[in-house]
């Protein structure tokens, strides 16, 4: 019950996100003239305000008041969920 309580206190007061934003795989070419690429990794961050967001530029107010800014020479794919 009480966390319901605060739950409900967060979401009128508070704004939290989380961004999911996939890296590109590291791309090895072979002996052979091919290109292979690794798997994709993922880097999870949280986020009071979204300032900007496209798939090559990010910027963000982090939980700490700090600013912060991601940009990319290709386009990424991310995924960004409201929590509260």
Do not use: C
């Given at each position: ?28 070419t072979?002996?052979d ?52």
């Amino acid at each position: 019950m009480l966390r319901k309580l605060v739950d409900w206190w967060n979401g009128l007061w508070r704004e939290e996100y989380q961004i999911t934003i996939y890296y590109p795989g590291e791309k090895a070419t072979l002996a052979d003239g091919s290109t292979v690429e690794k798997a994709p990794a993922e880097r999870t961050f949280t986020a009071k305000k979204i300032l900007k967001k496209n798939p090559k530029h990010f910027l963000w107010i982090d939980l700490d008041d700090r600013h912060h800014e991601l940009k990319f020479l290709n386009p990424v794919v991310f995924h960004i969920i409201k929590i509260h």
